[in-house]
């Protein structure tokens, strides 16, 4: 698609003051690690009081606890409550899935190459995998899944994809996509971190097996994050590690880890209720207009080239100049350069003929964020 300069966005209403980030940095990568509103860390400060006011109290009741919480979650998603699983991160969920999945020797498990590090690293630990590249600068989704589907060989028996790739921001395990793997008898294991919150329906696709993070796009503490799996598999999913609650099967037995800290699943409802008060397509429109104003500021920096995206995406991406950032060690000198100089966060991430850097929109963002970022970048691209 075309990029164009969009209208300067305004401020979103009370979005700055509804966290407690520091106003001298300019946070552009939201996508990474998210950030908690205030009123959801509180909620968060309150369950942990509990625990210490009455820890035999609270642990011997969490189980339930948690339970009423993934019910809340299971609303905003669409989901049935008894089909998800509360776990901490995506790289967990990519265990839990593939642990429960049948592989005979031989066997092969299909990844793209924008799949995010350790979920790939998880697929290679179970079988042979086999990569399909995806071109960056493919045109949509057609083209995405055609390369996708031409990846298929033989063995082929798992798919594992990005519901919205990390580093390109891109659409990779569409509705259409997973129909097609469906027919070809393949199992899609899918990677919905970026969904929750930024996808109006992010399971929409029916993937034999999806999981995404919370503390995203979601508004939860960090660390929560759930499982979504289709009826005919969750007989088959073990918790990596045994608990007391292993005899109630899936999702309670996946759920259980001792004496951990479960107090941002029990506050993670509160995140998604707090994007329903402010009007979740609302904010989805406004972030992602931010996303797009910060995109085509780049697109004016001499050397960079914007990616090819999808509207309604609160993130974009661009390629950097050849020889810059190639490597995960040139991306990550470049990216904390970035920081310490300028105070702005965001992600640069390594490919071979030139690197990318991905920019995200959220509430409390301000145009003149970007406006910066695009003045001050191309001083670190000359010799990067």
């Excluded at 164009?4 to 979103?12: A, K, L, Q, Y």
């Excluded at 063995?155 to 070809?184: F, G, M």
């Excluded at 780049?298 to 950032?325: C, I, K, N, Q």
Aim: charged letters at 20%.
């Amino acid at each position: 698609m075309t990029q164009s300069m969009p209208i300067r966005p305004v401020e979103f209403p009370g979005g700055r003051a509804l966290f407690r980030l520091d106003p001298a940095v300019a946070h552009l990568n939201h996508g990474s690690f998210g950030a908690v509103p205030i009123p959801v860390q509180e909620v968060q400060a309150a369950v942990r009081a509990e625990v210490h006011e009455d820890p035999d109290a609270f642990f011997v009741g969490v189980a339930e606890r948690i339970e009423a919480a993934r019910a809340r979650i299971a609303g905003h998603l669409g989901a049935a409550p008894e089909g998800i699983a509360f776990i901490s991160n995506a790289t967990e969920g990519a265990n839990l899935a593939l642990d429960a999945l049948p592989l005979a020797d031989g066997d092969e498990i299909l990844v793209t190459d924008h799949g995010y590090g350790t979920v790939v690293a998880a697929a290679a630990r179970r079988a042979r995998i086999t990569t399909v590249s995806l071109d960056p600068n493919l045109p949509d989704e057609e083209a995405v899944r055609e390369a996708v589907l031409a990846g298929l060989t033989p063995r082929t028996r798992v798919a594992v994809l990005d519901h919205i790739s990390s580093p390109t921001a891109r659409p990779i395990a569409t509705p259409q996509l997973l129909a097609d793997l469906a027919e070809r008898g393949i199992t899609t294991v899918v990677d919905g971190a970026h969904a929750p919150g930024m996808v109006a329906d992010p399971l929409a696709g029916g993937a034999d097996f999806w999981f995404g993070n919370l503390h995203k796009w979601g508004y939860a503490p960090s660390g929560s994050a759930v499982l979504a799996v289709a009826p005919e598999h969750r007989g088959r999913v073990r918790a990596l590690v045994p608990s007391w609650e292993d005899a109630h099967g899936f999702p309670r037995s996946v759920e259980n880890r001792a004496t951990a800290d479960y107090t941002g699943w029990l506050a993670a409802p509160e995140g998604l209720d707090l994007l329903d008060r402010l009007d979740a397509a609302k904010v989805r429109a406004h972030n992602s207009t931010l996303a797009a104003y910060g995109a085509a500021l780049l697109a004016e920096v001499p050397g960079l080239t914007p990616l090819p995206y999808s509207e309604g995406l609160a993130m974009r991406a661009l390629r950097l100049p050849p020889g810059t950032a190639e490597t995960p060690g040139d991306a990550r000198v470049l990216r904390e350069r970035i920081a310490a100089q300028e105070g702005i966060r965001v992600l640069v991430w390594p490919w071979p003929g030139g690197g990318g850097i991905r920019v995200c929109g959220q509430i409390y963002n301000r145009p003149e964020e970007y406006e910066r970022l695009a003045a001050r970048l191309p001083a670190h691209l000359t010799g990067a």
